[in-house]
């Protein structure tokens, strides 16, 4: 038997400045347990006024935010290793296959909109 693995999934949107009208970004699983070895997806939906970017970040405990993925496009594709994102019209997915005990941690999805951007001085 694999050992269980315990994963705490997030959304973090990064917000630079303020709200557009109705942008949401939700997460789902918030929380999952799987064992070693198993696959999972993690999924981010989004309703903003214009998209223009994408992040996935990993957490560790008592570190900072670790960049996995920056995708700008529908229908883009990036892979590293075990780890594979993938950006449609309103949502991710983060698919990591064949899980190990240092995939435990955080994961965050950040949407990037015009409104998350610093007003210019």
Known sequence: MGKVLECAFIVLWLQLGWLCGEDRVRQSPQTLRLREGDSVSLNCSYTVSLFTGLQWLRQNPGKGPELLF????????KQKERLKATVLKQGSSLHITASKPEDSATYLCAVETPCSQAPAA
């Open 70 to 77: 920056l995708l700008y496009s529908v229908s883009e594709e």
